[in-house]
């Protein structure tokens, strides 16, 4: 690598890393707030906050076109999917797995 390259590479590396103290410094007023809640809480306000966005949506004169709206899932949905609960299944003991509905065991 020339001394250039070395400046170039140097600088973008620059340049990601302040991106993400920038990322950061956004979210954060958002994410204090929650970052203390149990998984519990967290739910509690997800809900509340579906239940407003539907709210909104009911209100809408294309209500009923808007909810039929369906979006595809990303083409590789379905790999990372199986990749994913495999590494799930992978880290959990199968005890845990014995009384769910759709693994009884």
């Not at 994410?31 to 709210?55: F, K, M």
């Not at 294309?62 to 979006?71: L, M, T």
Request: charged residues 30%; aromatic residues 4%.
């Amino acid at each position: 690598m020339t001394a250039d390259e070395h400046e170039r590479t140097r600088q973008y590396i620059a340049r990601l890393d302040q991106s993400r103290a920038t990322l950061a410094e956004e979210v954060e007023p958002d994410a204090a707030p929650v970052r203390h809640l149990s998984l519990e809480q967290r739910g509690d306000l997800v809900a509340r906050l579906c239940a407003s966005a539907w709210a909104i949506l009911r209100s809408r004169e294309d209500f009923p076109g808007i909810v039929a709206q369906r979006e595809l899932p990303a083409p590789d949905y379905l790999d990372k999917w199986r990749t994913l609960s495999a590494r799930l299944h992978a880290t959990t003991p199968t005890s845990h797995d014995a009384g769910h509905p759709h693994n009884p065991r």
